[in-house]
């Protein structure tokens, strides 16, 4: 069972930038496609941005998109998320996670994804 534990977060300001890392213990990590969701008080999670087991194929939601780069190295077991120009709205629990279906399609779905880390606070103050 793959074990993933998130770390980077804390509190900054708006414009600000942060780095979220994800180390996964398990070795297989290497084949999976990972991805980096995100829940706010009182709102459902959402997909965030995920990248497949090469690195060639990534996808991020609009709300990110140009702000946000998700990388991995996989002689780490490590996926990174370079969150920059960060807003208030960003403000929420981060969380990475691994879709273990082999393939070259991204899936924005949460539910398709099996495994989960404990998550990493993000705090963007105004």
């Known amino acids: 069972q793959v074990q993933l534990v998130e770390s980077g977060g804390g509190l900054v300001q708006a414009g600000g930038s942060l780095r979220l890392s994800c180390a996964a213990s398990?070795?297989?990590?290497?084949?999976?496609?990972m991805g980096w969701f995100r829940q706010a008080p009182g709102k459902e999670r959402e997909f965030v941005a995920a990248?497949?087991?090469?690195?060639?194929?990534?996808e991020y939601s609009d709300s990110v998109k140009g702000r946000f780069t998700i990388s991995r190295d996989n002689a780490k077991n490590t996926v990174y998320l370079q969150m920059n120009s960060l807003k208030p709205e960003d403000t929420a629990v981060y969380s990475c996670?691994?879709?273990?279906?082999?393939?070259?399609?991204?899936?924005?779905?949460?539910?398709?994804?099996?495994?989960w880390g404990q998550g990493t606070q993000v705090t963007v103050s105004s």
């Open positions: 996670a691994v879709d273990p279906a082999l393939g070259t399609v991204i899936s924005f779905r949460s539910r398709d994804y099996n495994y």
């Open positions: 398990d070795r297989a990590f290497t084949t999976y496609t």
């Open positions: 990248v497949t087991w090469s690195g060639r194929n990534i």
